[in-house]
C-alpha cells in the first residue's frame, strides 16, 4: 500500500479514477408485468417513472454481477493509471449468502485474493456509506486504492406476486475506484452527511433469515422471507430526508444550491426524485435520471446512473455533483463530488 499523501497536515482524499456500471442481460418491461399482475404501464408510469427493469436469470447472484462491473471499473482506472486495489467494499442487500460477506468472493474472482474486503448493509444508502468507509479508509492510510461496488438483486428478495414492489425493484451493479489524492483535485469526494433512524426499521424490512426469526420456533411465513414496503411512509421519508442531507452538505461545503451542476439522487422513483430537487429549488433537469431504464437497484443505483451519465457525456470534467441516498434502516447521506476526467464509457443499457 502506498497512499499519496496530500500534505503534511491534510489526510488523502479518495478520489474517482475508474467507474462501470453492468446489468443482467434479461429485461422486464412494464407490459411484461401486466401480463402476470393486475397493473398496467400507465399506472407504474406515471407512479414511479420506471418503463423497464433487468433482472437476474435463475441462478444469477450478486457477486456475479459485482463481478462484471468490478472488471470494467478496474479496467477504466488502469487506463487511468491506477492498476491494482488495497480493499475491496461491496454494498448490498442481497448478499450471496448470510454468511461469508459476497467481498471476499468478489475480490478472489476478480484476482484481488489478499486484498481487505468486506460488505456495507446500509440498503439503498449502502454506496454512500461505502464512499465515506473507502474515503475513512484512505484518509487513515490504511488503504491506497479502493474498489467500492454497489451491487443488488431484489428480483431474489420480492415476491413476484406482489405488484406494489416488484413494479419498482430491478438487478444492477455499479462500480467506483478510488485512490488516494488531493482534497481539491477533481473526483475528490467529500463533505459527507450521513444519518439513520431504526425506530423506522419495520417500513422496509426482509423479516425472516436472520438471527431474529432463526431464534423463533417454526417455519418463516411466505410474507416473511419476501421485501416488505410500507410505500406511502417510505415515499413521505425519502423525500424529506434526502433534501435535509443534501443541504446539510451543501452547507458543510459551504456550496449553495445553484453551485450543483448535477444532483445524482439514488433513483428510488422518478417522483421522488423530483420532489427532492423542487424541494432543494433545484431545476428537474438537472437531476441525474436513469430509474426509467433498470428500475430501483438499490445500491447499484447511484454508480450506474453516474455511468450512464458518464456514457451519454451529461456529465463533463469539472461539473460539480451533489449526490444523495436513502434507503431501509432508515438510513440516508451525501456528498459531494467534482467531476474527473476519466476514460470513455460504454452504455449499460440501451
Ligand atoms: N398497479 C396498479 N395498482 C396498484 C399497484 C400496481 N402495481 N400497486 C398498488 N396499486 C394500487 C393499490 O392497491 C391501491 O389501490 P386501492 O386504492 O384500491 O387500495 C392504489 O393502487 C394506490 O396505492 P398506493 O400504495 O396508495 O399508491 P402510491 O401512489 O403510494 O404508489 C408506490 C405506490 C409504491 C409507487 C409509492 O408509494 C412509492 O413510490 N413509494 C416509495 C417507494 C420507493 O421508492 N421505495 C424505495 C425507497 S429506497
Same mark, same amino acid.
Given at each position: 500500500m502506498s497512499p499519496t499523501t496530500a500534505g503534511p497536515s491534510t489526510p488523502p482524499a479518495a478520489v474517482l479514477c475508474g467507474l462501470a456500471g453492468w446489468v443482467p442481460s434479461r429485461v422486464v418491461t412494464n407490459e411484461h408485468l401486466a401480463r402476470r399482475l393486475d397493473t398496467d404501464d400507465t399506472w407504474i408510469r406515471t407512479r414511479t417513472g420506471i418503463r423497464q427493469r433487468h433482472v437476474v436469470d435463475p441462478?444469477?447472484?450478486t457477486s456475479d454481477l459485482a463481478v462484471e462491473a468490478g472488471r470494467r471499473a478496474l479496467a477504466a482506472a488502469a487506463a487511468n493509471g491506477t492498476d491494482r486495489v488495497d480493499a475491496v467494499v461491496v454494498a448490498t442487500?442481497?448478499?450471496?449468502?448470510?454468511?461469508?460477506?459476497?467481498a471476499p468472493s468478489v475480490a478472489a474472482r476478480l484476482g484481488l485474493a489478499g486484498a481487505a474486503a468486506f460488505d456495507i448493509g446500509a440498503v439503498c444508502t449502502g454506496f454512500v456509506y461505502g464512499l465515506a468507509s473507502a474515503a475513512g479508509l484512505i484518509a487513515a492510510g490504511v488503504a491506497g486504492r479502493v474498489l467500492l461496488i454497489g451491487a443488488d438483486t431484489y428480483s431474489t428478495i420480492?415476491?413476484?406476486?406482489d405488484r406494489a414492489n416488484a413494479i419498482i425493484f430491478g438487478d444492477g451493479a455499479g462500480a467506483v475506484v478510488l485512490r488516494a489524492g488531493?482534497? #481539491?483535485?477533481? &473526483?475528490a469526494v467529500g463533505h459527507f452527511d450521513l444519518g439513520s433512524d431504526g425506530?423506522?426499521?419495520?417500513?422496509?424490512?426482509?423479516?425472516?433469515?436472520?438471527s431474529r426469526q432463526r431464534s423463533r420456533p417454526g417455519e418463516p411465513s411466505h410474507q416473511d422471507r419476501h421485501f416488505a414496503m410500507r410505500g406511502q411512509e417510505v415515499y413521505r421519508h425519502a423525500v424529506t430526508r434526502m433534501a435535509e442531507s443534501a443541504r446539510a452538505t451543501l452547507s458543510r461545503a459551504g456550496?449553495?444550491?445553484?453551485?450543483?451542476?448535477h444532483f445524482v439522487p439514488h433513483q428510488a422513483n422518478l417522483r421522488i426524485l423530483h420532489s427532492v430537487a423542487d424541494d432543494l429549488g433545484?431545476?428537474?433537469?438537472?437531476c441525474v435520471t436513469h430509474?426509467?431504464?433498470? #428500475?430501483?437497484? &438499490?445500491?447499484a443505483s447511484i454508480p450506474l446512473a453516474l455511468a450512464d451519465a458518464a456514457a451519454r457525456q451529461t456529465v463533463r470534467p469539472g461539473d460539480r455533483l451533489l449526490l444523495t441516498a436513502f434507503g431501509g434502516g432508515l438510513t440516508w447521506g451525501s456528498c459531494l463530488l467534482t467531476w474527473p476526467s476519466l476514460p470513455h464509457q460504454e452504455r449499460t443499457t440501451p
Open positions: 441462478g444469477q447472484a442487500t442481497t448478499p450471496d449468502r448470510t454468511c461469508p460477506a459476497t420480492v415476491d413476484p406476486l488531493h482534497p #481539491g483535485e477533481p &473526483g425506530a423506522h426499521e419495520a417500513l422496509i424490512t426482509v423479516a425472516a433469515g436472520g456550496w449553495k444550491t445553484d453551485d450543483v451542476d433545484l431545476p428537474r433537469e438537472r430509474v426509467e431504464s433498470v #428500475g430501483n437497484t &438499490g445500491a
